[in-house]
């Protein structure tokens, strides 16, 4: 069956490094895409791998690595806006997204 | 307006009323997608719109209904539902057909309770 897996929940200091990681397992795979999702909001696009290495965005980056199937979005600098849900989805042969359950992320001052 | 806007953003019913969640989209994209999304599970797809044609139903119980008329709305009509049919209704848009194709823009969401 096709399966993402990633921490429920985790914790971390106002000005501090966190890495939120990503395990999947599809029928294929066409590339994966992290959201933020802010309490009661919509989720947002943060980013969008689909080869093998780290894509930077300011504050945020992403890593790859198709042959094991593992994906984590990096948070430098933490804010406290930073806290929220972080939900990692990959793309099957398909084209079709399958969603993991989304990691909670508490930022502590 | 721009982006994607859910009405209601809230909603409470019984079991045997119905009612009608609606989704707009000012974008330009030509695929729309129904979600539900519990607390602690992935985001369920329910129904996806490519050019205002249905082109997955992921085996949603025909309670749930949804209509297309045009690219830019989708409705999702609701009926005799159950109480474990609460949860955050999300609509998102995107370019292409295949959920994964492109990034999804996402509605605010309708949390509905089913009493």
């Known amino acids: 069956g096709q399966n993402i897996d990633q921490p429920t929940e985790m914790t971390a200091t106002e000005g501090a490094i966190v890495q939120i990681n990503c395990t999947y397992q599809?029928?294929?795979?066409?590339?994966l895409f992290w959201y933020q999702q802010h309490a009661g909001e919509a989720p947002t696009f943060l980013s969008y791998?689909?080869l093998d290495g780290l894509e930077e965005k300011g504050r945020f980056s992403s890593f790859l690595s198709r042959s094991k199937g593992y994906s984590y979005l990096l948070l430098k600098e933490l804010q406290m806006k930073d806290s929220a849900s972080y939900l990692c989805a990959a793309t099957d042969s398909n084209y079709q997204l399958i969603w993991g359950a989304g990691t909670k992320l508490i930022i502590k001052p | 307006e721009t982006g994607v806007t859910q009405t209601p953003r809230h909603l409470v019913m019984g079991m045997t009323n119905k009612k009608s969640l609606k989704c707009e989209q000012h974008?330009?994209?030509?695929?729309m997608y129904w979600y539900k999304q519990s607390a602690k599970k992935p985001l369920e797809l329910m129904f996806v719109y490519n050019f205002k044609e249905q082109t997955e139903n992921n085996s949603v119980p025909s309670r749930f209904s949804p209509e297309c008329p045009n690219s830019s709305h989708l409705f999702l009509h609701l009926h005799t539902l159950q109480p474990e049919d609460s949860a955050l209704y999300l609509c998102a848009s995107s370019q292409g057909e295949g959920s994964g194709s492109y990034e999804q823009y996402f509605g605010p969401g309708t949390r509905l309770t089913v009493t």
């Open positions: 599809t029928s294929g795979f066409n590339g």
């Open positions: 974008l330009g994209h030509n695929a």
């Open positions: 791998n689909v």
